[in-house]
């Protein structure tokens, strides 16, 4: 496996005048019981394009989501994955143009950095020459070192739902076709909440039989998301990180609690607090999307979230472009 390392020599400077596009699908985490190891890729993209310059400097524009708020510098977290990724291979640039469209929203769990990273890496991947560009686990391992986990990069870079684990510091993952008939279902809230800030209230144990009692549900929804859909509600039952994070996002809280009663499969999507229905097929996608609406409109609060019928992508992490 190749794994990023150091430069040993001073950096080589890539050619300017190539172009490379990237577009990464948004992610979701944890599926309920699959905490820090299960994620699923679903159709909402970031679209990057980076372009080397022979004119000194970075130029980054933004459009859709992150608008107005992100940096347009090199503090951008696209600009500052593919530049940490070239000169992990020993290479520089003189300069560079990114222009960014993005749909993910920031800061609601559904993998919003790790699109970004995920778009760096490759990025920089696909301008390096061939002799030292990554193999798969290499980007596997380099984002998810980058994002500290590899739960959300792990789908987006292979699609479908990745399974994922770390052994002696290299992380890995094997990806699993998710059955036809399963389709997300999304309500997006108007505000954000940090990954950290949500994993600081889960407590530092939790009792043997919870850990358990939640293994046996992850099993079972890798099982129902692969074969068998209809025990998705069962499987997504979660007994490690939804109930403490609460206070946290208490209207995304009641929509769960209020949906799982209705015997929706609904969970907190990664962080939160976005929440995320898995139904089985297009009958129950269109039920869940009219109850998550009527309660919202309930709870006189329709008007600051957002429902989106997604569906599973298949194929993860896409690279186009050339080099001359």
Same mark, same amino acid.
């Given at each position: 496996m190749q794994v990023a390392g150091g430069p040993r020599t001073a950096p080589r400077t890539l050619a300017p005048g190539q172009d490379v596009t990237v577009s990464v699908p948004a992610t979701s985490a944890n599926l309920g019981p699959g905490f820090d190891s299960l994620g699923l890729a679903v159709t909402l993209y970031d679209t990057v394009r980076v372009r080397t310059s022979e004119n000194e400097g970075i130029f980054v524009e933004v459009a859709g989501e992150g608008a107005g708020s992100v940096p347009l510098d090199s503090s951008h977290l696209v600009v500052r994955t593919l530049l940490r990724t070239l000169n992990n291979a020993g290479y520089g640039i003189q300069g560079l143009h990114l222009s960014a469209e993005n749909a993910i929203p920031h800061g609601r769990g559904l993998g919003s950095s790790a699109s970004a990273i995920v778009s760096g890496v490759l990025a920089a991947n696909s301008l390096l020459p061939a002799e030292a560009r990554l193999d798969a686990a290499g980007l596997l391992h380099?984002?998810? +070192? @980058?994002?500290?986990?590899?739960?959300?990069? &792990?789908?987006?870079?292979?699609?479908? *739902?990745?399974? %994922?684990?770390?052994? $002696?510091?290299?992380?890995?993952?094997?990806?699993?076709?998710?059955?036809?008939?399963?389709?997300?279902?999304?309500?997006?809230?108007?505000?954000?909440?940090?990954?950290?800030?949500?994993?600081?209230?889960?407590?530092?144990?939790?009792?043997?039989?919870?850990?358990?009692?939640?293994?046996?549900?992850?099993?079972?929804?890798?099982?129902?998301?692969?074969?068998?859909?209809?025990?998705?509600?069962?499987?997504?039952?979660? +007994? @490690?990180?939804?109930?403490?994070?609460?206070? &946290?996002?208490?209207?995304?809280?009641? *929509?769960?609690? %209020?949906?799982?009663? $209705?015997?929706?499969?609904?969970?907190?999507?990664?962080?939160?607090?976005?929440?995320?229905?898995?139904?089985?097929?297009?009958?129950?996608?269109?039920?869940?999307?009219?109850?998550?609406?009527?309660?919202?409109?309930?709870?006189?609060?329709?008007?600051?979230?957002?429902?989106?019928?997604?569906?599973?992508?298949?194929?993860?992490?896409?690279?186009?472009?050339?080099?001359?």
């Open positions: 380099s984002c998810s +070192a @980058l994002e500290g986990h590899p739960d959300n990069v &792990a789908p987006a870079l292979a699609g479908d *739902l990745a399974i %994922s684990w770390e052994t $002696d510091g290299v992380f890995r993952s094997v990806r699993a076709a998710v059955h036809p008939s399963v389709v997300p279902v999304v309500a997006i809230p108007d505000v954000e909440l940090s990954t950290e800030s949500a994993r600081g209230l889960l407590p530092a144990t939790v009792a043997h039989r919870t850990a358990a009692a939640n293994a046996g549900r992850a099993a079972l929804l890798i099982h129902a998301l692969t074969a068998d859909p209809s025990l998705l509600l069962e499987g997504t039952r979660d +007994a @490690l990180h939804q109930d403490f994070r609460a206070p &946290a996002m208490l209207p995304s809280a009641r *929509l769960l609690q %209020s949906l799982r009663s $209705d015997g929706f499969a609904a969970v907190i999507s990664g962080a939160g607090p976005t929440v995320l229905c898995l139904a089985d097929g297009e009958d129950a996608a269109r039920d869940a999307e009219q109850a998550m609406t009527e309660q919202l409109q309930v709870a006189g609060s329709a008007e600051n979230w957002r429902v989106l019928r997604l569906g599973v992508e298949r194929d993860g992490a896409r690279v186009e472009g050339h080099q001359r």
